[in-house]
């Protein structure tokens, strides 16, 4: 077994909460946009955020076998 070194912590944490953030944030936001300011600001906001979520589950993504 090997330890984690301390400089990935907060990495591994990102990775982790990455579709979780993404996941509340698209649910919480989106319809309050379109019911408060309208249907455009609530659709450009699903492809804002969906389009940001989509990067940063990429960029956070861990493969087996790379580093």
Same mark, same amino acid.
């Given at each position: 077994?090997?330890?984690?070194?301390?400089? #990935?912590?907060?990495?591994? @944490?990102?990775? &982790?909460?990455?579709?979780?953030? !993404?996941?509340?944030? /698209? *649910? %919480?936001?989106?319809?309050?946009?379109?019911? #408060?300011?309208?249907?455009? @600001?609530?659709? &450009?906001?699903?492809?804002?955020? !969906?389009?940001?979520? /989509? *990067? %940063?589950?990429?960029?956070?993504?861990?493969?087996?076998?790379?580093?």
């Amino acid at each position: 077994m090997t330890s984690s070194s301390p400089d #990935r912590t907060p990495a591994r @944490a990102l990775v &982790a909460l990455t579709p979780v953030l !993404g996941t509340v944030l /698209f *649910a %919480a936001l989106v319809p309050v946009l379109m019911v #408060r300011v309208n249907i455009a @600001a609530g659709m &450009a906001a699903a492809v804002l955020i !969906g389009s940001l979520w /989509f *990067a %940063a589950m990429l960029r956070t993504a861990e493969m087996p076998g790379h580093h």
